[in-house]
T-cell receptor
Framework: GDSVTQMEGPVTLSEEAFLTINCTYT??????LFWYVQYPGEGLQLLLK?????DKGSNKGFEATYRKETTSFHLEKGSVQVSDSAVYFC???????????FGAGTRLFVKA | DTAVSQTPKYLVTQMGNDKSIKCEQN?????MYWYKQDSKKFLKIMFS???????INETVPNRFSPKSPDKAHLNLHINSLELGDSAVYFC?????????????FGSGTRLTVV
């Protein structure tokens, strides 16, 4: 079945460092791909998405490119801030299905 | 105005009790979901309703029963609560059953069974 694998955390960075959180997927067909962010004590928020190969999703300085050849959707940000500390979830929409499948989440800590 | 609101935010109860969690969305979305998040942050879908029709019913104990009185509301009733039911339960909605639009989540209900 469809699945999402993301790098284990926690990831600890200093402020202004470059961020990469790796995400790879297994799916039949052509799923849409998402990154969600969960701040402490809150629900998940949609951060960005891409619906077809080579699409780049971007929001709030974060970006990710849908790479079909490597089945990847890595999240990047050029300069992280303390306020980016959160748990980040990679997800895919199952083709022809009606549900979203989430990765295990990667916790990011950013130190001042 | 909160887009997807869940009540209560916290719920502490004893084993064997029956409890309900309520969810309401004011986005005009057609589809709503219940997800369970365990202590390691893993998210698992439980149920989905599209316009009051059940469309996803994952392998969940039948002690869990969802109910959607209209497309803006989705409730979750849990009978005979067990310690393993302790988790955060999230309600979410999407524009329609085409999940490519992404979800809007509520802020969660933390259920603790003692």
């Amino acid at each position: 079945g469809d699945s999402v694998t993301q790098m284990e955390g926690p990831v600890t960075l200093s402020e202004e460092a470059f961020l990469t959180i790796n995400c790879t997927y297994t799916a039949t067909g052509y799923p849409s791909l998402f990154w969600y962010v969960q701040y402490p004590g809150e629900g998940l928020q949609l951060l960005l998405k891409a619906t077809k190969a080579d699409d780049k999703g971007s929001n709030k300085g974060f970006e990710a490119t849908y790479r079909k050849e490597t089945t990847s959707f890595h999240l990047e940000k050029g300069s992280v801030q303390v306020s980016d500390s959160a748990v980040y979830f990679c997800a895919l929409s199952s083709t022809g299905g009606f549900k979203t499948i989430f990765g295990a989440g990667t916790r990011l800590f950013v130190k001042a | 105005d909160t887009a997807v609101s869940q009540t209560p935010k916290y719920l502490v109860t004893q084993m064997g009790n029956d409890k309900s969690i309520k969810c309401e969305q004011n986005l005009g979305h057609d589809t709503m979901y219940w997800y369970k998040q365990d202590s390691k942050k893993f998210l698992k879908i439980m149920f989905s309703y599209n316009n009051k029709e059940l469309i996803i019913n994952e392998t969940v104990p039948n002690r869990f029963s969802p109910k959607s009185p209209d497309k803006a509301h989705l409730n979750l009733h849990i009978n005979s609560l067990e310690l393993g039911d302790s988790a955060v339960y999230f309600c979410a909605s999407s524009q329609d059953r085409n999940v490519n639009y992404g979800y809007t989540f509520g802020s969660g209900t933390r259920l603790t069974v003692v």
